[in-house]
């Protein structure tokens, strides 16, 4: 038998049972990532290696660096999560892999390294979208979170508004015209001379800032669910140009603030309006943006108030990792779906239809 047929026969006999320890790799943009996930709730290894120090000299991320990192990083990632999850690579049961979207080098450091091990330990491999990884950080960090809910996936390159229907089902309720929300983040943070990536430091600062100090104008979008946030990155860019032609310094800690609240305040109306309209009980927020300490409480206290169940991963499940890569992997090998050895990088894959 073939290798395909001889995974095919191991995917089937763990669905059977209805369980899998899954090692996950994530190498979509500039961190190297391999996880041990039990069952799709359980974390048992979370190995990380950021390179943002790195691309921070070059205020964004360089592709070409990026995946000569990962290619650096990734076997000693294996050997710290195996060791972390205190298992060997034969008790583990399915190797997981973010195959797109991102950027293309990046992501094919991971396809490979994922396939050649997958190959060589004789263990069934199994494809995962970044995106709807981003929204599985939820089913680890909430073990009682089941579909159907609405959950607001921001990061630095999507910001969507997705209709959870079932585990891998999703339906798309609204997405960026333009910029993803991050992106905006780190670009409105470079004029403030904060270093790559601007988001986490901007948030930082604007928590002592007083968000009314500045107005900045409110986007018009499209449709009742879509962001817009380029129209507003540039104004606020342009009014920091402009009133430093005129010799005014700017407040960086009120402009922060009130850069932050204009976006958190669009992020969460449109959240809140999707769910609602769609008859959601539960709400869930993902993605880097997810980190944002406004965006959090604001989800939670309007949420709560609208009558609907939050759910917020911690921190660290946000940002790029990749538990939520072995978290999605489960439901999609419960599903039947298994990668070819001819897996090959998808940049702009899409997690609708
Ligand atoms: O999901 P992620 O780690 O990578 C992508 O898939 O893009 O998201 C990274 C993005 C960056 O734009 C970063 O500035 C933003 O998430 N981010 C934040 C915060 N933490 C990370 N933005 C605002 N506030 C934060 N606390
Ligand atoms: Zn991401």
Request: with cysteine; glycine share 8%; net charge negative.
């Given at each position: 038998?073939?290798?395909?047929?001889?995974?095919r026969?191991?995917a089937?006999a763990?669905?059977?049972?209805g369980?899998?320890?899954?090692?996950?790799v994530?190498s979509?943009?500039?961190?190297?990532?391999?996880a041990?996930v039990?069952?799709?709730?359980v974390?048992r290894?979370?190995?990380?290696?950021?390179?943002?120090?790195?691309?921070?000299?070059?205020g964004?991320v360089?592709?070409?660096?990026?995946?000569?990192?990962?290619v650096e990083?990734?076997?000693?990632?294996?050997?710290?999560?195996?060791?972390?999850?205190?298992l060997?690579?034969?008790?583990?049961d399915?190797v997981?892999v973010?195959?797109?979207p991102?950027l293309?080098?990046a992501?094919?450091?991971?396809v490979?390294?994922a396939?050649?091990?997958?190959?060589a330990a004789?263990?069934?491999?199994?494809?995962?979208?970044?995106i709807?990884?981003?929204?599985?950080?939820?089913?680890?960090a909430?073990?009682?979170?089941?579909?159907?809910?609405?959950?607001?996936?921001?990061?630095?390159?999507?910001?969507h508004?997705?209709n959870?229907?079932?585990?891998?089902?999703?339906?798309?309720l609204?997405?960026?015209?333009?910029d993803?929300a991050?992106?905006?983040?780190d670009?409105?943070a470079?004029?403030?001379?904060i270093?790559y990536?601007?988001g986490?430091l901007?948030?930082?600062l604007?928590d002592?800032?007083?968000?009314?100090?500045?107005?900045?104008?409110?986007p018009?979008?499209?449709?009742?669910y879509d962001f817009?946030?380029?129209?507003?990155?540039?104004a606020?860019i342009?009014?920091a140009?402009?009133l430093r032609q005129?010799?005014?310094?700017?407040d960086?800690?009120d402009w922060?603030?009130?850069?932050?609240?204009?976006?958190?305040?669009?992020?969460?109306?449109k959240t809140?309006?999707a769910a609602l309209?769609?008859?959601?009980k539960r709400?869930?927020?993902a993605?880097g943006?997810a980190?944002?300490?406004?965006?959090?409480?604001?989800?939670?206290?309007?949420?709560k108030?609208?009558?609907?169940?939050?759910?917020?991963?911690?921190?660290?499940?946000?940002?790029?990792n990749?538990?939520m890569i072995?978290?999605?992997?489960?439901?999609?090998m419960?599903?039947?779906?298994?990668?070819?050895?001819?897996?090959?990088?998808l940049?702009?894959?899409?997690?609708?239809?």
């Amino acid at each position: 038998m073939g290798y395909e047929a001889r995974m095919r026969a191991k995917a089937d006999a763990l669905r059977e049972k209805g369980s899998a320890v899954i090692l996950s790799v994530e190498s979509s943009c500039d961190e190297t990532a391999i996880a041990v996930v039990e069952n799709g709730r359980v974390e048992r290894a979370n190995a990380i290696a950021s390179q943002i120090d790195v691309h921070a000299l070059y205020g964004g991320v360089v592709p070409e660096i990026a995946s000569r990192m990962h290619v650096e990083a990734i076997d000693p990632l294996l050997d710290e999560a195996l060791k972390q999850a205190g298992l060997s690579l034969s008790e583990i049961d399915a190797v997981a892999v973010t195959y797109g979207p991102g950027l293309v080098g990046a992501l094919l450091t991971g396809v490979s390294w994922a396939k050649a091990l997958a190959y060589a330990a004789d263990k069934p491999l199994i494809p995962v979208n970044h995106i709807e990884g981003h929204v599985s950080a939820n089913y680890v960090a909430h073990p009682d979170l089941e579909p159907p809910f609405v959950c607001l996936v921001a990061s630095g390159g999507h910001s969507h508004i997705v209709n959870v229907t079932r585990y891998g089902s999703y339906e798309l309720l609204g997405r960026t015209t333009d910029d993803a929300a991050g992106e905006a983040f780190d670009k409105v943070a470079r004029v403030l001379n904060i270093p790559y990536p601007g988001g986490p430091l901007l948030d930082k600062l604007a928590d002592e800032g007083d968000d009314h100090a500045y107005k900045f104008p409110h986007p018009h979008t499209p449709g009742k669910y879509d962001f817009s946030f380029s129209g507003l990155k540039t104004a606020v860019i342009n009014q920091a140009h402009n009133l430093r032609q005129q010799g005014k310094e700017i407040d960086a800690k009120d402009w922060a603030a009130s850069f932050r609240r204009c976006v958190v305040d669009l992020l969460v109306d449109k959240t809140l309006a999707a769910a609602l309209d769609t008859g959601a009980k539960r709400v869930a927020v993902a993605g880097g943006v997810a980190a944002n300490s406004l965006l959090r409480s604001e989800l939670e206290r309007r949420g709560k108030r609208a009558g609907l169940e939050v759910y917020i991963p911690p921190k660290r499940l946000c940002t790029d990792n990749a538990v939520m890569i072995g978290s999605a992997a489960f439901y999609r090998m419960m599903a039947g779906e298994l990668a070819p050895l001819s897996l090959n990088a998808l940049p702009a894959l899409s997690m609708f239809g």
